[in-house]
């Protein structure tokens, strides 16, 4: 594995490395896109930064109040830069609400941004699947097929790079060029039942995530269950085949 | 296309039924999960390693089962290392009597200088010396400092890169006092 990718004297770590870069570009590819559907593109850029803004203050907030002795005896360590001190989940839920606020406050219609963001999503989620892969952190049950790589005392699938096949082919399918006058939303939820079904049936190679009682994997009901939203997406957006025009809708 | 309701109702019926075979049809079974393999990862039992400490005794990580452990790798050149070292003492002093061990593994370093560290600092629990460099290869320890936390089991729960707060290592020692 290369957890750290050396350049000269720096070890940078190929996990956050590979977050980054996928934030970046799903970034610069939703705001592309969206600019092409005629919104402005600095609504993307924007909101992200305030959702990383919003996310990294709410998320170190939540986490000075979990552990108030100890920031109470040393309040500095509020503004420590360590990424460890944050509420990581906390921090994800305040991040896309501040998002939200960002884009309901300017009127920006969601689900055609939401298309916009779609197969940057996909691509966003490859490259974060190839650094868990690079960095070891990610890895699959034993195996002897040819392909297997050694890793933490056995030959294992390597089930990162499968996930990121599958979000890489999502990406292609959804970067297509599609005929005008589609729902808007469409692309949006064509991406979280494609993604959650690579999750159900993918995770199924994995030996890190989570587990419920009986043995059963977390990230496949996850799945399972991102996969019923969009499929009551799809339902609400269904129609008796005249497509409705891309107007857009404020969440 | 967007497709028709009887359609989505179609895939739907199909996910569940597939779906959810799918799911029960490759659960993992419980030999599965408990025979996983030594390796510094979260879930994994801790790998074993034997050293020697400062004070000349012999430490090996397997006779501390039944105890909570905190290993920390570390050098003397790391300002890191030394940042988080009152936090890691501080911790050592709260939680022994609750059952904590702190392993501190100076990776390849005399034992004059760290012997000479551990005054400046107060630092009063044991740290061992890794002078071949051994464990934290196999703990694939990349960058100082490097932390795991090692239930009573004998299985690590959580690992940390970087230098801990105290906030940072009261949310981590919470999964390994249970």
């Known amino acids: 594995m290369y957890p750290t990718l050396q350049l000269g004297p720096l070890a940078l770590p190929t996990g956050p490395l590979t977050l980054i870069l996928g934030f970046w570009l799903f970034l610069a590819s939703g705001a592309r896109r969206a600019a092409h559907k005629g919104l402005d593109g600095d609504h993307v850029y924007n909101a992200g930064f305030y959702a990383v803004l919003a996310g990294l203050i709410g998320g170190r907030i939540v986490h000075a109040l979990r552990y108030w002795d100890a920031y109470a005896a040393q309040p500095m360590l509020l503004l420590s830069l360590n990424p460890g001190a944050l509420a990581a989940t906390e921090a994800i839920a305040i991040a896309a609400f501040a998002a939200w606020l960002y884009l309901r406050r300017h009127g920006v219609p969601l689900a055609s941004l939401f298309d916009a963001l779609a197969p940057g999503a996909a691509l966003a989620l490859a490259l974060a699947d190839l650094g868990q892969f690079l960095s070891g952190d990610a890895f699959g049950m034993p195996t002897s097929v040819p392909w297997a790589v050694t890793l933490w005392g056995a030959d294992r699938h390597p089930a990162p790079l499968y996930q990121m096949a599958a979000e890489l082919a999502i990406a292609a399918w959804l970067w297509r060029p599609r005929r005008p006058g589609r729902n808007a939303g469409w692309a949006a939820t064509e991406c979280l039942f494609l993604y959650s079904s690579s999750r159900l049936f993918l995770d199924a190679f994995r030996a890190d995530v989570f587990l419920l009682p009986g043995g059963l994997r977390g990230t496949q009901v996850l799945g399972l269950i991102g996969g019923l939203i969009a499929l009551a997406l799809a339902y609400l957006q269904a129609g008796t085949g005249d497509p409705a025009p891309e107007a857009g809708a404020n969440l | ?178």
């Open chain 2, 1 to 178: 296309m967007p497709m028709s309701r009887r359609g989505v109702l179609l895939l739907t019926a199909l996910i569940l039924i597939a779906g959810g075979g799918w799911i029960a049809a490759t659960r993992v079974a419980e030999p599965a999960r408990a025979g996983l393999s030594p390796a510094p990862q979260v879930s994994h039992p801790a790998p074993d390693f034997t050293l020697t400490t400062v004070n000349g005794e012999t430490l090996t990580l397997s006779e501390l089962k039944g105890k909570s452990v905190l290993l920390n790798f570390w050098a003397t050149w790391c300002p890191p290392c030394r940042a988080e070292m009152p936090y890691i003492q501080a911790a050592h002093e709260a939680y022994e009597g609750a059952g904590l061990v702190v392993v501190a593994v100076d990776v390849q370093e005399g034992r004059e200088k760290v012997s000479q560290f551990a005054r400046e600092l107060g630092l009063t629990f044991p740290l061992a010396l890794d002078t071949t460099g051994q464990a934290s290869t196999t703990y694939q320890v990349r960058a100082f400092p490097t932390s795991f936390f090692i239930d009573r089991e004998g299985i690590i729960r959580s690992t940390f890169t970087g230098p801990m707060t105290s906030p940072v290592l009261e949310e981590r020692l919470r999964s390994i006092m249970q």
